[in-house]
């Protein structure tokens, strides 16, 4: 039976919504499933520089979270709960989203989903500078979302405990694990039923516009309106998608999210794997980029799961996404892939980088159980929020297999690369075609010979850096190598292509105009990647050329200045 699609309207009124409640969840690990401390972190030993050391960036009436003693949780991939565990976490959430009958439950309570879903609005979409930073873009992605995870899990406990009369100690989110389950997010033991997920509705024999359907909870707590997929299309598949783009997105989507790219993401360095240094506390970055966690799986999934019509909402649009349930799920598996990572990380209370920058002083301000805003730092989020696991999948395929038997070494690898300029011609790209031809210095030649003559092709990073960007609805860009006639219609199967970078919707960027701001894009290209070896050659200029595919082909309002074009090879 279909689901209804438009059962529940998300409440989307920004007013009255507690300004300075956000969230964070855990650490940055070494152990498979664990987040600890990173005992593998070094600090670099260049001069240091000047630390922001503005306060207005916490909330004026927050007081330093006190860490107590916090249950262990372990978390589960969503296909491995049990039915008892589907219920109990339709229970906590739908009591979030709606109340119950004899306990309503307020739009200005603490505990309502529609608050927590403004938090994450007010760090990306709607960040202010100097108010609510923009936790995406730069290394604070990561700790931030750990904390935003692990102060929302902590609430849906407590309303476990007093309000479901249960123990609230042994709850946990679980991860969407979309590396073995490409699809929205269902259980083994309801697939092999085939009964559809209960993000779909927990069981949809049970519509009836006028009896109460016997549940005891919200039937439909973890659903969403404004997905895409369906209860009879819910997997990962370029079938289930009508435009060309749609398909080939989806083809990188899953490519993106294969075992055998993440494990190409864990072996780069710390920065291009989860976001550019930047300084704590920083109004507006003058540099920033995002790492290849963000950049691919997590990008990509909140566009598959949105939907393909209007604005894409929800899961599809950063203001709303926190709306559906499954933005969780995504971003506990964002997190375990973190805890997976063995390179080099930075100590958050150590200067770090060629600008000595401290990544832990970074205050964010959340809500405690009670309700009173508690602040907490990057480096309490790393250090002292250590009280998560993640549970391996009870059956991992073959490739999966490998992939956690890496994570499972706790024996630190050192990564470096090395970077080369291609190109510092200045230009902008508008919605038309942009060719940049590269000047190839001696060091350039060097580095490309080395790499084209070697066994196997290294792992590539294309870095392409801008100047600000004022555009603030999503966008993406196809880049080819020795095609100048490329267009938007140009197939990602074509010889030529390489790859692409793609930007979610952020209002925030509008702040940028007359700045002297860069932002970063790296392409990741993976030893198997076929094209640009095979065209590039040690000594030879060639081009590169950059397609913006989402705004319209006449939209004037979409010019990004570009800056330089550097090639990084990671050792």
């Not at 507690?18 to 499933?33: C, P």
């Not at 860490?67 to 339709?90: G, W």
């Not at 997590?298 to 209007?310: K, L, Q, Y």
């Not at 709303?320 to 506990?332: G, R």
Request: a neutral charge.
């Amino acid at each position: 039976m279909a689901a209804k699609t438009n059962e529940r309207k998300p409440k989307r009124n920004l007013k009255g919504l507690h300004a300075g409640r956000r969230e964070f969840m855990l650490q940055a690990g070494m152990a498979v499933g664990a987040l600890a401390t990173p005992a593998t972190s070094i600090a670099a030993k260049s001069p240091a520089s000047k630390q922001s050391t503005n306060a207005v960036h916490v909330h004026p009436l927050a007081r330093e979270f006190d860490f107590k003693s916090e249950p262990q949780r372990r978390r589960k991939s969503f296909y491995d709960l049990t039915d008892v565990e589907v219920r109990l976490l339709c229970r906590a959430i739908g009591y979030m989203r709606n109340g119950s009958k004899d306990k309503p439950l307020s739009v200005d309570s603490v505990l309502q989903w529609d608050q927590w879903v403004m938090t994450h609005a007010r760090h990306c979409t709607e960040a202010k500078p100097g108010v609510n930073d923009q936790v995406h873009w730069s290394w604070f992605f990561l700790p931030w979302h750990r904390a935003y995870l692990w102060f929302l899990e902590r609430q849906l406990a407590n309303v476990v405990t007093t309000i479901l009369g249960e123990d609230g100690s042994k709850f946990a989110l679980p991860f969407w694990d979309w590396i073995s389950h490409k699809e929205i997010p269902n259980t083994r033991e309801r697939a092999m039923k085939a009964t559809p997920s209960p993000l779909f509705g927990y069981d949809l024999t049970k519509e009836d516009m006028v009896n109460d359907d016997g549940l005891g909870f919200d039937n439909q707590a973890l659903w969403d309106g404004y997905r895409k997929p369906t209860v009879a299309q819910p997997t990962m598949t370029p079938l289930n998608e009508r435009s060309q783009d749609s398909k080939e997105h989806i083809e990188e989507t899953i490519r993106y999210m294969s075992p055998s790219y993440v494990q190409y993401m864990l072996h780069l360095e710390f920065e291009d794997f989860g976001g550019k240094a930047v300084p704590p506390q920083s109004p507006i970055p003058n540099s920033d980029g995002m790492g290849a966690l963000e950049h691919y799986p997590h990008n990509n999934g909140h566009d598959w799961v949105g939907s393909r019509f209007g604005k894409n909402r929800d899961m599809g649009t950063l203001r709303y996404a926190a709306l559906d349930p499954v933005f969780f799920m995504h971003h506990a598996n964002i997190d375990r892939i973190w805890s997976w990572y063995r390179g080099v990380q930075p100590d958050p209370d150590l200067p770090w980088g060629p600008n000595q920058y401290l990544w832990g002083k970074q205050p964010y301000t959340f809500t405690d159980l009670d309700g009173t805003p508690v602040t907490v730092t990057v480096s309490d989020i790393i250090k002292k929020m250590t009280n998560v696991t993640y549970a391996e999948p009870e059956s991992p395929g073959p490739l999966m297999t490998l992939l956690l038997s890496a994570a499972r070494t706790p024996a630190q690898r050192t990564t470096s690369g090395k970077t080369v300029t291609l190109t510092q011609t200045a230009d902008t790209l508008t919605t038309k075609p942009l060719t940049l031809k590269t000047e190839l210095q001696p060091e350039a030649s060097a580095l490309l010979g080395a790499a084209r003559g070697a066994t196997t092709h290294p792992l590539t990073l294309m870095i392409i850096e801008t100047g600000p960007i004022t555009y603030t609805e999503k966008f993406s860009v196809k880049v080819f190598v020795n095609k100048p006639d490329a267009t938007r219609l140009t197939s990602i199967h074509d010889p030529h292509y390489i790859g692409r970078i793609r930007a979610l919707d952020s209002e925030g960027r509008a702040n940028e105009a007359g700045k002297d701001v860069t932002h970063t894009f790296s392409l990741l290209i993976p030893p198997d990647e076929p094209n640009f070896y095979r065209l590039v050659r040690p000594g030879t200029p060639f081009s590169v050329t950059l397609v913006v595919v989402g705004p319209g082909a006449n939209d004037q309002g979409f010019q990004i200045p570009v800056k330089s074009l550097k090639l990084r090879v990671v050792q």
